[in-house]
């Protein structure tokens, strides 16, 4: 089975300030990591993913991420956040192996963007 | 390209009360799951539809059940609600074997 952490429930952060949140997994097998951002009252939207390749990786919104196979961790940072990154951010992993496989979440990190 | 749709948007039902929660998947897609996000939680996997047949289940009752149409269509049915119930349901869609899922906007269940 496969397990996430994200080891903040709620992060805020100074307008045009850099951001990190934190992701940490636990699993017997290889996954994919995915970042999702959920907006106030609306669905998931991926924000980005790790497959292969570049442990370094680039999403949507200007924010990148990156995978640490030995830490087992896939942080996303964004160098300079604004008002419109007030969001749930939600880390996640599937096995690479899947078939129907589900999505393991995090409990979500609050972001709050303070003017 | 429609992204993937849900319906009702919001729902309130009393305890013991059936619901019917309805999802179409992006288009092209054929395998649909559900999620369960209460407040303040992760999205919990319910179940996932592909050929029109439940493949994998996650850590629910029976008394969430679901449905495939031969359109890749889904339907979550939800029987005799509990106070407990009461959640976001969040469906996705896939390719079969794609790694991505997308997700729809949700509905916002609330029994009382």
């Known amino acids: 089975a496969q397990s996430v952490t994200q080891l903040d429930s709620q992060v805020p952060v100074f307008e045009e300030a850099p951001v990190e949140l934190r992701c940490n997994y636990s699993?017997?097998?290889?996954?994919?990591l995915f970042w999702y951002v959920q907006y106030p009252n609306q669905g998931l939207q991926l924000l980005l993913k790790y497959l292969s390749g570049s442990t370094l990786v680039k999403g949507i919104n200007g924010f990148e991420a990156e995978f640490n196979k030995s830490q087992t961790s896939f942080h996303s940072r964004k160098p300079s956040v604004h008002i419109s990154d007030t969001a749930e951010y939600f880390c996640a992993v599937i096995r690479t192996n899947f078939g129907n496989e589900k999505l393991t979440f995090g409990t979500g990190t609050r972001l709050t963007i303070i003017p | 390209d429609a992204g993937v749709t849900q319906s009702p948007t919001h729902l309130i039902k009393t305890r013991g009360q059936q619901v019917t929660l309805r999802c179409s998947p992006k288009s092209g897609h054929d395998t649909v799951s559900w999620y369960q996000q209460a407040l303040g939680q992760g999205p919990q996997f319910i179940f996932q539809y592909y050929e029109e047949e439940e493949r994998q289940r996650g850590n629910f009752p029976d008394r969430f059940s679901g449905h495939q149409f031969p359109n890749y269509s889904s339907e979550l049915n939800v029987n005799a609600l509990l106070l407990g119930d009461s959640a976001l349901y969040l469906c996705a869609s896939r390719f079969q074997g794609a790694d991505t899922q997308y997700f729809g906007p949700g509905t916002r269940l609330t029994v009382l």
């Open positions: 699993s017997s097998v290889s996954v994919y």
